[in-house]
């Protein structure tokens, strides 16, 4: 499966099996404990911060082979709650064929570890000894897999030393129990190592009735298991042999050929069937078939997606197949090994076309337990012990885990987990399916009590009915019986703790009377199970056939060789992420824009770029063929995206295929056949796996046979590619190293190492994980930083050109998923599901007790530039502990990982996320209470490394915050500047203010009399825009003359500075009592800031005072732009606007700003009203631009127009009448306002409203414009006009949406 190795004789990685392995209980070295129970109790005392001595003695006297009793029991810290009988102890591989294999090296730890997860366990004849079978997988370093498949059975001990040892243990055991009894001394272990099987056990008698021992009177049994370990998971096929190797040894007669044979047979004569073809092989008693699929059909997966959808249900499962797909963290839980197989299994069998890229052990044996601490995505399988239940298993990180109790039907989800596309008909579609084969998609564990009840009733037949495996298992569940009924359940209890459960037993006894039928059904739901499986698989791979129908089209094909594209790969971008999301239905993006950035994702689009240079990966090549179908039957535009839910056309065509090749057997392999045996070996003894001649397994036949041969060609052919492909492009190796290093982020440990399991050995995993999270983290911030710089980032060669609002939410989450990952690394105390969020809490819990004993000094924030009156806002208070209070007082957070998101995003809007975390991690004697020495966050140069990265994130501003906590209050603080020198700096009238944001606004509030500053509370505005303020004009010194209102959020710190430069009051100025003024944002202008390196234009902001007052006659100083340049301002508002509406509507920010804003379309217009208006006053009273426009609505109500033709007359007329409407509404309006905003709402209306265009040639023409425009001024130029009106034209395809504040009481 992996590399390519030379063909031997009768060799190659053709075979059916690599090795057959048989473990179990060594007679000369006795009974040992599980090391790895030892290396267990290293990694607790470490987590308990124990002195590592008492481990060190634990390990040494447990290894020291002195008496076989001390041996067991010796060594602190040894269980005694638990019976002897159901303690672990060592197992060993006893023998392996062939020895072993050049390009499948066998791995006898890994091998020994995953036969036996929890070493040799024991029975007595009163226990249930049903043999189990289970499958493991061994994922190697470059990803490629080696299955096994286990057959567990028990056999009578026969060496006495064993029972002796054993009796002694119970009467250890015994006292020890007896002692604790009458002390009632409660034992308190970590959850996930304690198997406390008898955890609130009472009486001693009821101990020693279901535990006991008797050298005179029991039968001792001990577990061993027959395993097959082959380069494709043909699980049916080699469940089938092993059974049938196993009832050879328990049938009273011996079978037809010595052992030997059939297990030669199967490792040196049986190939793998070719794809698409059919192979019949023999076991012992009956002939077994498998099949493979063909090249252009789905991979192989023999594990039977029924039971999975049974297991689980169809709801469950798609949600966990989500979790899997965004790479989240999913553990599965369960008491038997084969579900958690079947479950990953079948999981990752549906991710067609996509593959699994992280950690993969979905058996994990219990000295892995420290893997749960993998800061990286995984997907594991953990053995649950009887009684424990799920509120007892402390699991290192839980923000980002998917938790699935397999055996309870139920999963925990992380928060904020976006759902499948079309996720209805997705699973209508499945339950469609699984109905048609009497599945309930609703999955067989819901039993109500009733059920129970009843099912009781016939419990017992079942049980005496040694065909138990044969009940289809949607009519009965075994598991469930056993909870429901207590008496059996107590005499199943020791089976059941095992994980041995009833209705996985299909081994019996020979039948003949009933073993025709039952064969055919078997091969009848054999063949059933295969056409659901491929049927289930079609529908899923339909549904990305569907979704990444057009992916080619995103993908950026690398311009250079092989060779500089892999050595750049990490810079480079792969796929053009904003534009297919922007192709992408809206009920698509929140899962989409999750997906496309993850490392499977990445993978995919990396094998279709290498495709260019080498053969295509074999999953691409389905894949890309597929798409080419659905091409050629849907002839629509591959551009149009649409949500319609397309179902699978396929179903029937993959069931039938699947059919034939199971009717019409291709191939069948060589008999097995007496070998060149010595004679008498290999003596057959009922009930006891037989001692194999080593010699006659040990190396295959010398006969280059028919499949042999084929296979060399098939070899050569395969190195003169390979020779091609190395000519072409580096040589294999490199090549290889370049694209792990490119894609190794979390991805360097797929597999833990299985064998060596020294501290030295999880220390270097965990510095593994250290170096990965630096890079992830290096990597995140970058693309944060990239995407947001946007532009500016194009230019400078970075790439992708604009980030939409939810790539950028995108980024964020997984900013949060990493930030939370780093935190649960190598953690040792954890309160709630939230790592960081429980180190905030205990910072919290310190620093209070701190400053309740001394008032500690706040850190300031950077000071606010002061006006020129001296008034500025007080500065704002920063602190970490500040900051986690605001998230504190959020009701709407109701979870730890909801909190530590908020505190996140806050942190990031503030600027602040470095610095805080910096401020956190300060605080080392805390950091040492909660974190193991191995863990990221005590690794220094790792840590200064990675507040560094996040230190380069405040070069941008995020809104992370604002914008997705839309309903909280939020209080903010407001300071009105007056311009001191030219007027009084408070007025006697009563003014008020309304403020509004993108969200909303805060209704009239009456500023207190004599104040200039003010605190409010209010629901969350946004980003602010508009500021109104105005006063009633009573009292002496009614007149105000305003520089600028400031407007804080106190939570973001956020200020927002809305000039103004004019004057309030009636009888100056225009006269106005009430003002819109437009916001900027001020940017902090803290030194430490990286805003300074940032080029980012700032946001526009409304016209400063200069320009305000040049407009208004105060002043005539000021140079007057020239006609070129305000044509040029017309045409860049007017541009400015048309870019805003081809923006996604998510990224588009103020329209506000571009209407009134200093650069706007309204200033703009003033500066052509004001070309060559003269406007010199008359009388010592100033004229204003309103003044024309009143005089020309007089011109137009009192003069029927004259036009060349009545169609003209009539356009004309209407025109006018709307423009007279639309003047008097503005007039007429209950609102204070003044000249020049009267004008500022004429030009909003006019642009709302696509009239404005239909006006200018009115006003144009009319005679008031020769009274007050001089000869040269543009108005009264006609191909002036007709150029304005044309570029005002260009609005007209827009709906423009017109902010409240600004059209406020105007009714047209």
């Not at 059916?16 to 000369?28: E, R």
């Not at 036969?115 to 997988?137: E, V």
């Not at 400078?796 to 980030?803: D, S, T, V």
């Not at 953690?827 to 205990?842: D, E």
Request: aromatic share 8%.
């Amino acid at each position: 499966m992996s590399g390519s190795a030379a063909p031997g004789p009768g060799s190659a990685p053709c075979r059916f099996a690599h090795y057959f392995v048989l473990c179990g209980t060594d007679a000369d070295s006795g009974l040992e404990p599980d090391e790895l129970a030892v290396l267990y109790q290293w990694l607790e005392a470490d987590l308990h911060g124990k002195s590592s001595d008492t481990a060190n003695k634990t390990s040494e006297q447990l290894q020291s082979n002195s008496l076989m009793v001390t041996r067991v029991c010796g060594g602190k810290g040894e269980n005694f709650d638990q019976s002897p009988l159901r303690r672990t102890f060592k197992s060993k591989v006893l023998a392996h064929y062939p020895q072993n294999i050049e390009w499948n090296p066998f791995d006898q730890d890994a091998v020994n570890m995953l036969c036996m997860p929890k070493g040799l366990s024991f029975r007595t004849q009163t226990d249930n000894r049903d043999p189990q079978f289970h499958s493991f997988i061994i994922t190697r370093e470059d990803g490629s897999r080696t299955y096994g498949f286990v057959l567990t059975f028990y056999e009578e001990v026969t060496s006495k030393q064993i029972c002796t040892a054993m009796q002694t243990l119970y009467q250890m055991h015994n006292a020890e129990q007896y002692s604790s009894v009458y002390a009632s001394s409660s034992c308190s272990m970590d959850s996930l190592a304690s198997s406390i099987d008898e955890g609130d056990a009472t009486s001693l008698a009821k101990l020693q009735q279901y535990n006991s021992y008797d050298i005179s009177k029991d039968t001792l049994y001990v577990s061993k298991c027959i395993c097959l370990i082959t380069p494709l998971p043909f699980m049916q096929a080699c469940k089938k042999f092993l059974i049938q190797l196993y009832k050879a040894v328990t049938s009273q007669q011996p079978p037809p050929l010595p052992l030997e044979s059939y297990i030669h047979n199967i490792l040196y004569e049986v190939p793998l069937p070719p794809p698409g073809r059919s192979l019949k092989f023999y076991g012992v008693y009956e002939p077994i078939v498998c099949q493979r699929p063909g090249p252009s059909e789905l991979p192989l997966s023999d594990y039977p997606l029924r039971e999975a959808f049974e297991l689980l249900g169809l709801e469950n499962l798609v949600q966990v197949f989500t979790c899997v797909l965004l790479e989240m963290q999913i553990l599965l839980y369960s008491q038997d090994y084969q579900r958690l197989m079947t479950v990953a299994e079948g999981i990752t069998t549906l991710l067609f076309p996509f593959q699994w890229q992280h950690v993969y052990v979905p058996i994990l044996p219990a000295s892995l337990l420290h893997f749960l601490d993998a800061p990286v995505p995984y997907l594991m399988g953990l053995q649950s012990k009887e009684g424990t239940d799920r509120s007892k298993l402390e699991l290192p990180q839980e923000a980002n885990l998917c938790f699935v109790d397999i055996d309870n039907h139920f999963i925990e989800l992380p928060e904020e987990l976006p759902q499948f596309p079309n996720k209805l008909e997705f699973i209508q579609e499945i339950s469609e399916v699984l109905l048609q084969f009497g599945i309930p998609p609703e999955g067989n564990l819901h039993c109500s009590e009733s059920a129970i009840k009843l099912k009781n009733l016939v419990l017992n037949d079942l049980v005496n009915d040694k065909k138990n495996g044969n009940i289809p298992s949607n009519t009965i569940n075994m598991y469930e019986l056993l909870k429901g009924n207590e008496t059996i359940a107590r005499l199943h209890a020791l089976a059941k703790r095992t994980g041995v459960t009833v209705e996985k037993m299909t081994i019996t006894a020979p039948m003949a009377e009933k073993e025709r039928d039952v064969k055919l059904q078997c091969e009848e739901e054999e063949l059933r199970d295969y056409k659901l499986n491929v049927q289930l698989r079609e529908i899923f791979a339909n549904r990305f056939t569907q979704m990444f129908a057009d992916y080619e089209a995103f993908v950026i094909q690398a311009s250079q060789d092989m060779e500089s594209w892999l050595t750049n790969r990490e810079q480079m971008q792969n796929f053009d992420k904003a534009s297919f999301l922007s192709d992408q239905p809206e009920p698509y993006l929140p899962f989409l824009s999750h997906f496309i950035e993850t490392q499977m994702f990445a993978t995919f689009i990396d094998n279709k770029i290498m495709s260019q240079w080498e053969e295509k990966d074999p999953f691409l090549r389905v894949f890309d063929s597929r798409i080419e179908k659905i091409r050629l039957y849907n002839v629509r535009a591959p551009a149009l995206r649409t949500s319609i839910y397309q179902k699978c056309s396929t179903l029937r065509e993959a069931a039938q295929s699947i059919e034939q090749r199971l009717m019409k057997i291709d191939h069948t392999a060589i008999h097995p056949h007496l070998l060149d045996m010595k004679i008498g070996q290999g003596k057959y003894e009922q009930g006891f796996f037989p001692k194999l001649q080593s010699d006659v397994l040990a190396t295959g036949p010398t006969n280059n046979n028919r499949w042999a041969s084929r296979s060399a060609t098939a070899q050569r052919r395969k190195d003169r590619l390979r020779q091609h492909s190395e000519h072409i492009g580096l040589d294999n190796d490199l090549r290889e190293k370049y694209m792990q290093e490119a894609r190794s982020l979390g991805k360097n440990l797929r597999q833990p190492k299985l064998s060596d399991l020294s501290p030295a050995v999880i220390a270097q995993t965990n510095w593994k994980f250290v170096e990965g999270l630096l890079k992830e983290c290096r990597m995140k911030t970058k693309r944060m930083l990239v995407e947001k710089m946007g532009r500016e980032a194009v230019e400078l060669g970075h790439g992708e050109a604009n980030i939409t609002g939810l790539e950028e939410n995108t980024l964020i989450a997984s900013l949060c998923d990493l930030l939370e990952r780093i935190w649960s690394h190598g953690l040792l105390v954890k309160q709630g599901k939230s790592a960081l969020w429980s180190h905030l809490l205990q910072y919290q819990e310190r620093e209070e007790k701190q400053e309740h004993m001394a008032e500690s000094p706040v850190a300031l924030g950077p000071e606010r530039r002061k006006s020129d009156t001296g008034i500025t806002l007080p500065t704002l208070r920063v602190s970490l502990i500040h900051d986690m209070r605001h998230i504190q007082n959020m009701s709407e957070i109701k979870t730890d990982v909801g909190r530590a998101r908020g505190w996140i995003r806050l942190s990031l809007e503030k600027k602040l996320l470095s610095q805080h975390l910096k401020q956190l991690l300060s605080n080392q004697a805390l950091a040492k209470k909660l974190y193991k020495r191995y863990a990221f966050l005590r690794c220094e140069e790792e840590r200064e490394q990675f507040l560094y990265h996040l230190l380069s994130l405040n070069a941008v501003d995020y809104f992370c915050f604002t914008s997705v906590f839309t309903t909280i209050m939020i209080p903010y603080r407001t300071v009105i500047i007056p311009i001191k020198k030219l007027s009084n700096a408070i007025t006697t009238s009563n003014p008020w203010i309304c403020v509004s944001g993108e969200l909303g606004d805060t209704g009239v509030m009456q500023i207190p009399k004599n104040l200039l500053e003010m605190t409010f509370e209010c629901q969350n505005l946004g980003k602010l825009t508009t500021v109104q303020i105005g006063h009633d004009n009573s009292g002496l010194l009614a007149k105000w003359l305003v520089d600028c209102v400031m407007v804080r959020n106190e939570i973001t710190g956020h200020t927002y500075k809305f000039p103004c430069g004019r004057w309030l009051g009636k009888g100056v100025d225009d006269g106005s009592l009430e003002r819109i003024l437009i916001g900027e944002l001020i940017t902090s202008t803290s030194e430490e800031d990286l805003g300074k390196q940032c080029r980012t234009p700032p946001q526009q902001k409304s016209p400063t005072t200069a320009r305000r007052l040049s407009i208004t006659s105060l002043t005539g100083k000021n140079t007057k732009p020239n006609a070129g340049q305000i044509q040029e301002g017309i045409g860049e508002a007017v541009n400015n606007i048309v870019k805003h509406f081809h923006k996604p509507e998510k990224e588009r920010g103020s329209l506000t700003i571009l209407l009134c804003g200093e650069n706007g379309l309204v200033a703009a217009l003033e500066q052509v009203f004001h070309h060559g208006f003269k406007s010199a006053r008359i009388f010592h009273k100033n004229v204003f631009i309103w003044d024309f426009i009143e005089k020309a609505v007089a011109y137009f109500e009192t003069t029927d127009q004259i036009g060349d033709n009545e169609e003209d007359v009539l356009l004309q007329r209407s025109s006018c009448k709307t423009f007279c409407h639309y003047v008097n509404a503005v007039s007429i309006a209950p609102r204070n306002i003044g000249k020049d905003g009267k004008f500022q709402i004429l030009v909003c209306l006019g642009t709302r409203d696509h009239l404005f265009p239909q006006w200018i040639p009115l006003l144009a023409e009319c005679p008031a414009i020769t009274r007050m425009y001089e000869e040269n001024a543009l108005l009264r130029d006609r191909m002036t006009v007709n150029s304005l009106i044309r570029v005002l034209q260009t609005l007209q395809d827009f709906n423009i949406i017109l902010e409240g504040s600004l059209i406020k009481g105007v009714d047209v």
